[in-house]
């Protein structure tokens, strides 16, 4: 008996999916032209499209392809993306070390994907940072990158503790409260309409959100503290 035709089994959600690689894909093309703002940016979309996916999916039926297809595309988006960023920037300076760090964070996240995709089922808390937040802030701070002389040393640590995250068993909360998710989304908006304006508004918002994606890295900490 002939198999169903791959297209007919294609849902709603997998279409998210395949806008979040095809961005992602955008993203690579940037940063080959040397423009890490608008990769950034595209990330961002990126990572909203991710979440219209998961929105999709909890309402309507996986497809058979849904859950794998998930974690290719963001391992296009949040593994490849910051791993390429990562090494164009610090490869001026030590093209060995930046050969290094962007592996060590497209492996961490590759890991994690794999990891997510057998325990999701199983699991209400996330096991290890997701590596959505992990690349988007990563993205983020590249935009910071000339308003600071530390800016490589940061990126450096970044990548190296974020990676380490990515692969602990540190439990990370879904964040489904809806003033958050709503605050989160108009900055993400709000930061990606100021990246068509000139002026320095688009290195304010997307502070603003990198602030707010490290303060989710520090949640579990916070959450301990909170038990004390």
């Given at each position: 008996m002939d198999q169903e035709h791959i297209l007919y089994s294609i849902k709603k959600a997998d279409l998210a999916t395949l806008t979040n690689a095809t961005i992602g894909f955008s993203a690579i093309i940037s940063l080959i032209h040397q423009n890490f703002d608008c990769a950034a940016i595209l990330i961002i979309l990126a990572s909203i499209a991710d979440g219209v996916?998961?929105?999709?999916?909890?309402?309507?039926?996986?497809?058979?392809l849904g859950k794998h297809l998930d974690s290719l595309a963001d391992s296009i988006s949040f593994g490849m993306v910051p791993a390429t960023a990562t090494y164009l920037l610090i490869t001026p300076r030590n093209t060995v070390l930046a050969f290094a760090l962007a592996v060590l964070f497209l492996s961490c996240g590759l890991l994690r994907l794999a990891r997510f995709t057998t325990m999701r089922d199983r699991t209400v808390d996330f096991q290890g940072m997701p590596i959505t937040a992990a690349g988007l802030i990563i993205m983020l701070f590249t935009i910071q990158r000339e308003r600071t002389e530390l800016f490589l040393q940061m990126l450096t640590s970044l990548i190296v503790i974020l990676s380490l995250l990515m692969v602990s068993r540190i439990t990370y909360p879904k964040v489904q409260n809806k003033r958050i998710i709503t605050l989160l989304g108009v900055t993400m908006i709000a930061t990606i309409l100021a990246y068509t304006q000139e002026g320095e508004m688009l290195h304010l918002l997307s502070g603003v959100l990198l602030a707010m994606l490290l303060s989710y890295t520090l949640s579990p900490a916070l959450k301990l503290t909170e038990r004390d």
């Open positions: 996916d998961g929105a999709i999916s909890r309402r309507c039926a996986y497809s058979s």
